[in-house]
C-alpha cells in the first residue's frame, strides 16, 4: 500500500484539520468533533449530510452558502455516530428546523434517525429526505433496498438552493422525496478501493476485468467481464437508465458523470461523450452537464452515471451559483 499519510488510524482526523485548515473561508470545524460546518452566518433551515470518510469531496466539500449547513466526517467508510450528527445539527441550528440528507446505507439511516430523535429532545425540528439513487442492483451489503450514491451531489444542490431562498424545513423534505425519485445511476468498476487500516483492496480485478454496478464502498455489482471500449460501457449503462426512466424522444435530463478516484479526467470526458451520444440518438435533450470527481471511493478506478429529469425549476436552481470548496 502507497499512501501519503501518517497513522492510518488517523486519517480522517487530520484530512478534516488539513480541510478547514486549507479553506477557512468556506469552512470550519465543530471544536473536538468530525463535524465540517460554515463558517458563514446564515438564515434559513440547515441542511445536515454526511457519512463515511473517503467519498471526498463528499460531503464537506459542499458545504457553504447555497448548499449544506454541515458535514459529519465518519470512519473510512464508516458511518458518523450519532452524537456527531447531533453536534452537527446543533451547531447549525437556526430556529428554523434541520433537513438531513442520508444515502440508504443501514448504518447511516439508523444513526442519523437516532441523531433526530435527540433533536427531538432539545426540541429542534428535524425532518429528512433518504437518497437511494443506485439502480444496480436492489439489495446490497449494508443496504436493504438501493444504495445511495453520487446522485446524493444534486440533491445538495437543488434543496440546498431551495433552502436559501426560504424555503420551510416540511416542503423542503417533501420536495425532496420527489426529486430523488427522479434521479438515477449506475457506476463500473476497474479496480478495487484501499482502505487505509486494511492495507490491500476490498476486491481484486484482472488487468483484462471490470465491473458493472460497484457500489461507492466496494460492494458487489451485478456483472463480471472483460473490459470494454468507453463506448460500449456507455450502451450498458444507458440502456439500464433508459430502463429505469422508461424516458421518451424531447424530454430534458441532467447527466452527470462521477470519477471513483482514481480515474483521470481524459478518461471521464471520453465516456461523458459517448454517453450523450447515445442520449442524443433518443432524443434526448441534455440540459445541464457535469464530469468530475464529487463521490469517490478512495483510489477505486472507474466512474459513475447519474441523471436527473429536469423541470424549469429543477435547472435553474442547479445553476444557481454557491461558495463551496467542490461544486
Known amino acids: 500500500m502507497k499512501k501519503i499519510i501518517n497513522q492510518p488510524k488517523n486519517v480522517v482526523e487530520e484530512m478534516v484539520a488539513g480541510l478547514v485548515s486549507a479553506y477557512p473561508d468556506y469552512v470550519k470545524q465543530i471544536p473536538e468533533t468530525l463535524v465540517i460546518a460554515r463558517t458563514d452566518d446564515f438564515d434559513q433551515v440547515a441542511l445536515v449530510s454526511g457519512g463515511g470518510s473517503g467519498h471526498e469531496p463528499s460531503h464537506a466539500g459542499f458545504v457553504g452558502d447555497g448548499m449544506l449547513s454541515a458535514a459529519v466526517c465518519g470512519q473510512v467508510f464508516t458511518s458518523p455516530t450519532p452524537d456527531q ?42 425532518a429528512s429526505v433518504l437518497v437511494d439513487d443506485d439502480i444496480a442492483v436492489e439489495n446490497s451489503t449494508y443496504t436493504q433496498g438501493r444504495r445511495g450514491v453520487a446522485g446524493t451531489v444534486l440533491v445538495h444542490k437543488i434543496l440546498g438552493a431551495l433552502a436559501r431562498q426560504g424555503k420551510e424545513l416540511n416542503d423542503l423534505a417533501e420536495y425532496g422525496k420527489e426529486l430523488v425519485s427522479d434521479i438515477k445511476t449506475i457506476g463500473i468498476a476497474l479496480s478495487g478501493a484501499t482502505v ?33 471500449t468507453s463506448s460500449k460501457m456507455a450502451e450498458e449503462v444507458v440502456g439500464k437508465l433508459k430502463a429505469e426512466f422508461n424516458w421518451q424522444s424531447g424530454e430534458s435530463y441532467g447527466l452527470f458523470v462521477n470519477g471513483m478516484g482514481a480515474t483521470p479526467l481524459m478518461e471521464l470526458f471520453i465516456y461523458f461523450n459517448d454517453v450523450k451520444a447515445l442520449l442524443a440518438a433518443d432524443g434526448i435533450k441534455v440540459d445541464f452537464s457535469k464530469v468530475g470527481n464529487y463521490m469517490t471511493s478512495l483510489d477505486m478506478s472507474g466512474a459513475s452515471v447519474t441523471m436527473i429529469k429536469l423541470d424549469d425549476e429543477r435547472l435553474r436552481l442547479l445553476n444557481e451559483p454557491v461558495h463551496t470548496i467542490s461544486w
Do not use: C, Q, W
Not at 487500516?197 to 472483460?226: N, S, T
Open 196 to 228: 487505509p487500516e486494511v492495507g490491500k483492496p476490498g476486491f481484486v480485478l484482472a488487468d483484462d476485468e471490470m465491473e458493472y454496478g460497484v457500489g461507492i464502498h466496494g460492494e458487489p455489482g451485478y456483472r463480471r467481464e472483460k473490459i470494454k
Open 85 to 126: 450528527i447531533f453536534e452537527a445539527i446543533k451547531g447549525t441550528n437556526k430556529g428554523k428546523g434541520t433537513l438531513l440528507i442520508v444515502k440508504n446505507y443501514s448504518g447511516d439511516v439508523m444513526n442519523f434517525d437516532m441523531a433526530k430523535e435527540m433533536a427531538d429532545m432539545e426540541e429542534i425540528e428535524v
